[in-house]
């Protein structure tokens, strides 16, 4: 696709539920990024894959945050047992190769999911 | 570890007056740092960007920011704003090596008064 999607756009939940977010990055984007935006707050990182590896997780707030990624494509946000604290709107991001301390790629976001945990 | 600050959370201006929005980052080694704006139900564009070099960077949109690394800073700037400026705008880190993930800044809030 031309730019990165993600899907559902808005996800309301109840309290304790599980859910699933998902992100189709741009094609050849080989690394793919998570990213929480809570209501008047910037962004914070939550994880990173390089291809279907993730050598950052360090920004998941707890245990009941996981994601993978499939065939160097789709990713997948899961939340355990949501919370109220977890409503916010998720954003995914892909970028080419990260490239390290030599040049840096251009990450693209995507639309969002909005998450609401009543 | 890197960080941003935006110390405007909101911002109101006049159309066809300039704007300058403040960002200050700390990083420990020469920084990437990004401008994004955020309208509303939309993603993040990318407004401009610095890695190195001229440190007056030329954006889309007329936009500029000037790095100045003596005062951590990453103003960007706008010499006429446009109603459909109206937005939120987030100044960003990146850091080198590591997946080159980005630390945002909380964001200001434009405000355009027709």
């Known amino acids: 696709g031309a730019g990165v999607s993600q899907s559902p756009s808005n996800k309301v939940t109840e309290k304790g539920k599980d859910v699933e977010l998902r992100c189709d990055p741009i094609?050849?984007?080989?690394?793919l990024y998570w990213y929480r935006q809570r209501l008047g707050q910037g962004l914070e990182f939550l994880i990173y894959?390089?291809?279907?590896?993730?050598?950052?997780k360090s920004g998941l707030p707890s245990d009941r945050f996981s994601a993978e990624r499939t065939g160097e494509s789709v990713s997948t946000l899961t939340i355990q047992r949501t919370q109220q604290e977890d409503s916010a709107v998720y954003l995914c991001?892909?970028?080419?190769?990260?490239?390290?301390?030599?040049?840096?790629?251009?990450?693209?976001f995507g639309p969002g999911t909005r998450l609401t945990v009543l | 570890a890197q960080s941003v600050t935006q110390p405007d959370i909101h911002i109101t201006v006049s159309e066809g007056a300039s704007l300058e929005l403040r960002c200050n980052y700390s990083?420990?080694?020469?920084?990437?740092l990004f401008w994004y704006v955020q309208s509303p139900g939309q993603g993040l564009q990318l407004l401009l960007k610095?890695?190195?070099?001229?440190?007056l960077v030329q954006g889309i949109k007329g936009f500029e920011a000037e790095f100045k690394r003596s005062q951590s800073s990453f103003n960007l700037r706008k010499p006429s704003v446009h109603w459909s400026d109206a937005a939120e705008y987030f100044c960003?880190?990146?850091?080198?090596?590591?997946?080159?993930?980005?630390?945002f800044g909380t964001g200001t809030q434009l405000k355009v008064e027709l």
């Open positions: 991001a892909s970028s080419l190769r990260t490239s390290g301390i030599i040049s840096y790629n251009e990450q693209f």
């Open positions: 094609s050849g984007h080989t690394a």
């Open positions: 894959f390089q291809g279907n590896s993730a050598p950052d």
């Open positions: 990083y420990g080694a020469t920084p990437y």
């Open positions: 610095y890695f190195s070099g001229d440190t």
């Open positions: 960003a880190v990146g850091a080198t090596g590591g997946g080159n993930k980005l630390t």
